[in-house]
């Protein structure tokens, strides 16, 4: 056999990986498709994304380096397909997701997330992998226009990046070497579309999903707020 398929599913700021578990679902998904998934937890409920307001972040922590090691532990503990990881992730796990898929590339086979942007370094050896972002036009914490976030209003420093939904689309187009001057619409239904490129190196796709009617958490269970 040759293992099973393998989903990180990342908190965000404030939450635990039981909160995320809760919120996401994804112990349903990856029973019906035969996945392993697991929900690490990052020190003072944050991770170091590379961005902003996180206890991880000011600390400056080797979040990459800490998944590493889980990822590690798993795979000589269980049987996982290791051409077959995953990555996703909300809010500040969406941006661990964005800095785990373009600084270790080699490891991932695609990622998706909600909510967040990319600002992480990119690594120089960055492999194109397909990526999905999903962003709901009424997010009120990280702007789908801009990352101007509301922090901006209450004062704390760096939330001023002026980068959006389609901005972040366009910077995966790059770093994936897309063709095409504007991306196709794939898909219009009354809630939510999806555009994007799917003509770029390694045989990848960047994708945004734009939810019309959600906000920062567009997850079905939405009771945290954070």
Not at 26 to 38: K, L, M, R
Not at 123 to 152: K, Q, R
Not at 208 to 216: E, G, K, P, S
Request: net charge negative; glycine share 10%; proline share 4%.
């Amino acid at each position: 056999m040759s293992g099973s398929p393998l989903i990180i599913d990342l908190h965000g700021n404030t939450l635990t990986m039981q909160d995320q578990r809760n919120l996401s679902d994804f112990d349903d998904i990856a029973f019906e498709n035969g996945a392993i998934a697991v929900w690490p937890q990052g020190f003072d409920n944050s991770w170091n994304s590379g961005y902003c307001c996180s206890t991880a972040g000011e600390l400056g922590l080797n979040d990459t380096g800490l998944i590493m090691k889980i990822l590690d532990k798993i795979i000589s503990n269980h049987s996982v397909d290791e051409s077959r990881i995953y990555l996703t992730g909300w809010s500040n796990g969406c941006g661990m997701t964005h800095r785990l898929a373009v600084q270790s590339s080699d490891v991932f086979a695609a990622a998706g997330c909600m909510s967040m942007y990319q600002f992480a370094e990119v690594e120089t050896g960055y492999t194109p992998i397909p990526f999905m972002e999903v962003h709901g036009i009424l997010d009120e914490i990280v702007h789908y226009g801009s990352a101007a976030f509301a922090g901006v209003i209450l004062g704390i420093p760096g939330t001023g990046v002026e980068q959006g939904a389609l901005q972040n689309l366009e910077q995966w187009a790059n770093l994936n070497g897309c063709q095409g001057v504007i991306p196709e619409i794939i898909v219009v239904e009354d809630d939510y579309d999806i555009r994007g490129y799917t003509d770029c190196e390694n045989e990848t796709q960047v994708m945004l999903m734009t939810l019309f009617f959600a906000a920062h958490n567009p997850y079905e269970h939405d009771d945290p707020v954070a």
